[in-house]
């Protein structure tokens, strides 16, 4: 994944990013990610609309597994 631009820290950032777009409580989030210090959970908040690179891009069926999910709510 590292050779796409991808790491454990963008996974992170990107997790944090959605979560927190999506309205998440970031007491939620901080549980999920184990940031305890506001100011370091925030610097993981990419000022964004959408993600330029989305890791689904790159895997065959995942845009259509994920509007079939939301299909459902």
């Known amino acids: 994944m590292a050779d796409r631009g991808f790491s454990p820290h963008s996974f ?3 997790f944090i990013t959605e979560a927190h777009r999506q ?3 970031d ?3 901080k549980r999920i990610s184990g940031h305890r210090d506001q100011r ?3 610097r993981y908040i990419r000022r964004t609309d959408e993600f330029e690179d989305h890791a ?4 065959p069926g995942v ?3 994920r509007a079939e999910a939301w299909a459902f709510r």
């Open 56 to 59: 689904g891009d790159f895997y």
């Open 40 to 42: 370091t959970f925030e």
């Open 12 to 14: 992170r950032a990107g």
């Open 27 to 29: 007491v939620a989030i």
């Open 23 to 25: 309205g998440k409580p």
């Open 63 to 65: 845009e259509e597994s």
